[in-house]
């Protein structure tokens, strides 16, 4: 039972244009959501956070946006650079669940120079 | 600064043959450990986790087992492995009371 969904595999944009990445959860006691970004044979790295309580919160060029109600989430990159070329994981916490994280399967993104 | 180390970032073994993969944290105490796997074409599948020393939990019954025995250190082991257990391997922490976790870089486990 898949309950953080990223359902487009794949993401191809110009370099300069924005970039949004989508995320749907099914548990509604998710309550911490997170976005990874990962290149190839390396582990994750931390991108960028929204508590439940907020529906934005943006760093740089990164914004994320949470809508409870609809269940999903989206990432924003904008303006998009080659370098922002990798796999980006949504992962979601219950917190006080021993801080354990769920993530979806994750959206390649390929930015064209 | 805390960092956190995996070894070995590769590796090649048969079917049948035993396992371990290490995993140590530097510049904390007392963190919570966790193991992933990143199978071809699929996301991070938590795999264990632990709270303490001697405390494992896992989270999906396998081929594969965990121990901490030391604040700082994670293991993962499998006495035999099978041809399904290939993937990417990577531990986790938090500090206890944090949100975000922190990954290694992973190890690749091909078994042939």
């Known amino acids: 039972d898949q309950q953080v969904k990223q359902n487009s595999p794949s993401l191809s944009v110009q370099e300069g244009r924005i970039s949004i990445l989508n995320c749907d959860y099914t548990?509604?006691?998710?309550?911490?959501f997170l976005w990874y970004k990962k290149y190839p044979a390396e582990g994750p790295t931390f991108l960028i956070s929204?508590?439940?309580?907020?529906d934005k919160n943006e760093d740089g060029r990164f914004t994320v946006f949470l809508n409870k109600s609809a269940k999903h989430l989206s990432l924003h990159i904008v303006p998009s650079q080659p370098g922002d070329s990798a796999v980006y994981f949504c992962a979601a916490r219950i917190t006080g669940a021993n801080s354990k994280l769920t993530f979806g399967k994750g959206i390649t993104l390929s930015v064209r120079p | 600064s805390q960092t956190i180390h995996q070894w070995p970032a590769t590796l090649v073994q048969p079917v049948g043959s035993p396992l371990s993969l290490e995993c140590t944290v530097e510049?904390?105490?007392?963190?919570?450990l966790y193991w992933y796997r990143q199978a071809a074409g699929r996301g991070l599948q938590l795999l264990f986790y632990?709270?303490?020393?001697?405390?494992i939990s896992s989270e999906v019954p396998q081929n594969l087992s965990a121990s901490r025995p030391q604040d700082r250190q994670f293991i993962l082991s499998s006495k035999k492995l099978l041809l399904s257990d290939s993937g990417f391997y990577l531990c986790?922490?938090?500090?206890?009371?944090?949100?975000?976790?922190?990954f290694g870089p992973g190890t690749r486990l091909t078994v042939t």
């Open positions: 510049g904390t105490s007392n963190p919570n």
């Open positions: 632990s709270v303490g020393i001697g405390q």
């Open positions: 929204i508590s439940s309580i907020k």
């Open positions: 986790a922490w938090i500090r206890d009371g944090s949100y975000e976790q922190y």
């Open positions: 548990n509604s006691m998710f309550d911490y």
